[in-house]
């Protein structure tokens, strides 16, 4: 792979985001896109449990709660951590359009530091589509919605196949996951969204 790929600026010829018009409507839960996902999923003992919603248009929110277990430096969050829920609210944008699609590049800025016990505010949105390549945005607030941004990021998802999990997956977890039918009903209705 070339690693001279930096831009997170759509392209001229990139083409607005398209809500599903199954997406949830604004405001309701989303509910882990994996049970066992760090970022979100409740059967994750160690995750952030983040608790993400459908927003307006093509946009999630999530609430990420920093706890003690979640340091980098005395009462400080962690700034991968910071940058693994910023990660997954992205991610999430996944279930408005019915796309199944993983993280290429993430560029993430630490405005202010992060206490412990901070609910972090977490807004994702996707800007533009250029084939496969979904340039999306996020912020995370101190405190409230409206709160002072702490971190952002922009970042790069590129859509896959659902081969890309099940080809590259350890074998133990891709076998419970297709024993799970909603998962695999999830996995290959997404893959049919034009
Ligand atoms: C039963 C199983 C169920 C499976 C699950 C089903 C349903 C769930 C639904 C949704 C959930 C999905 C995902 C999870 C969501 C949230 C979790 C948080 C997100 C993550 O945590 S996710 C993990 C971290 N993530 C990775 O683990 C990716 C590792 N990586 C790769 O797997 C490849 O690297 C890949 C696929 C990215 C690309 O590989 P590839 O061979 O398919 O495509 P290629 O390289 O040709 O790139 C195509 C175009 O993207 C451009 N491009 C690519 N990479 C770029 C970069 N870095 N910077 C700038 N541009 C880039 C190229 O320049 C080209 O652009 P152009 O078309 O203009 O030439």
Request: with cysteine; net charge neutral; hydrophobic share 35%.
């Amino acid at each position: 792979m070339s690693t001279t790929r930096t831009s997170l600026t759509p392209p001229r010829d990139a083409v607005p985001p398209v809500r599903h018009p199954d997406a949830p409507a604004p405001g309701e839960p989303l509910g882990a896109h994996y049970d066992r996902c760090f970022g979100c999923g409740a059967g994750q003992p160690h995750g952030l449990r983040l608790v993400v919603r459908a927003g307006e248009d093509v946009s999630v929110t999530a609430e990420f709660t920093v706890r003690p277990e979640h340091q980098g430096a005395p009462g400080l969050a962690h700034g991968g951590l910071l940058a693994t829920a910023l990660d997954d609210t992205l991610g999430a944008l996944n279930l408005l359009t019915h796309t199944i699609s993983v993280t290429g590049r993430l560029e993430t800025d630490y405005l202010r530091p992060v206490p412990v016990g901070t609910v972090l505010h977490l807004r994702a949105r996707v800007l533009a589509r250029h084939g496969r390549k979904i340039y999306c945005t996020a912020t995370g607030r101190l405190g409230a919605p409206d709160g002072p941004v702490a971190v952002r990021a922009d970042a790069l998802f590129v859509e896959v196949r659902v081969e890309h999990f099940t080809g590259h997956g350890r074998r133990e977890e891709i076998e419970e996951a297709m024993a799970d039918p909603d998962m695999v009903r999830r996995a290959r209705a997404f893959e049919v969204n034009p």
